[in-house]
């Protein structure tokens, strides 16, 4: 079974511009989430999927922002992006069949934006 | 979700086994204990989870003890390919992932 796609794999932008990053979950899998990962601030969460519906969100200003499909195949997008959104940004897929347990997660390699 | 602590930092010969603990006081009653391994400029990839006790697969064992306060990440006979960060994260999804991932735990093996 392939596993959790993400496109493109490099971005650079400029301070300003939009970009739109997307993900493709392992297939079956109806939940996906979204990470930002930097030096700095490691792995936070952004915001998660699940039929369509955004169920939980991190604490990232509105310019991020997200969006599943009816194939479960998500994106995210950043307006006006500012250096400091330069990043690793993962996108992981789960399974979701446990309640009262943490799913596992199955993540991407990750799209690296680089912001000038 | 609970809070958890992990040593930033751990070296290891080759060939050693390696004991990673995570704390974790305020883990609730649903909450499972699961760790995640990642090298550099790729994503997360899990290892074990667990409730209680002793969990093993192929890759780790994971402890835990009674009162499930911490958890300890068993790595046997590490090779330089373990070199990497590994997570400790707790929580009970109940069907959503807000997972918050800690500062990890960064494993150095020297030959």
């Known amino acids: 079974k392939a596993g959790v796609t993400q496109t493109p794999r490099y971005l650079i932008k400029t301070r300003g511009q939009q970009v739109t990053l997307s993900c493709s979950p392992i297939?079956?899998?109806?939940?996906v989430s979204w990470y930002q990962q930097t030096p700095g601030q490691g792995l936070q969460f952004l915001f998660e999927?699940?039929?369509?519906?955004?169920?939980n969100k991190g604490n990232f200003p509105g310019r991020f922002s997200g969006r599943q499909f009816s194939n479960s195949r998500s994106e995210m997008n950043v307006s006006t992006l500012e250096l400091g959104d330069s990043a690793l940004y993962l996108c992981?897929?789960?399974?979701?069949?446990?309640?009262?347990?943490?799913?596992?997660?199955?993540f991407g390699p990750g799209t690296r934006l680089t912001v000038l | 979700l609970a809070k958890t602590t992990q040593p930033i930092s751990m070296d290891s010969y080759e060939g050693q086994e390696v004991n990673i603990t995570c704390s974790h006081n305020?883990?609730?009653?649903?909450?499972?204990i699961t760790w995640y391994q990642q090298f550099p400029s790729q994503g997360p990839r899990f290892i074990i989870q667990?409730?209680?006790t002793k969990v093993t697969n192929e890759v780790a064992s994971l402890f835990i003890p009674a009162d499930r306060k911490s958890s300890t990440l068993s790595l046997p006979r590490v090779s330089l390919s373990d070199t990497a960060v590994y997570y400790c994260l707790v929580g009970d999804a109940g069907g959503y992932q807000k997972v918050t991932f800690g500062t990890g735990t960064k494993l150095q093996v020297i030959p």
């Open positions: 999927y699940f039929s369509e519906t955004q169920r």
């Open positions: 297939s079956g899998h109806r939940s």
């Open positions: 667990g409730y209680k």
């Open positions: 992981a897929s789960s399974l979701v069949v446990n309640r009262g347990r943490t799913d596992t997660q199955y």
């Open positions: 305020n883990i609730a009653t649903n909450d499972y």
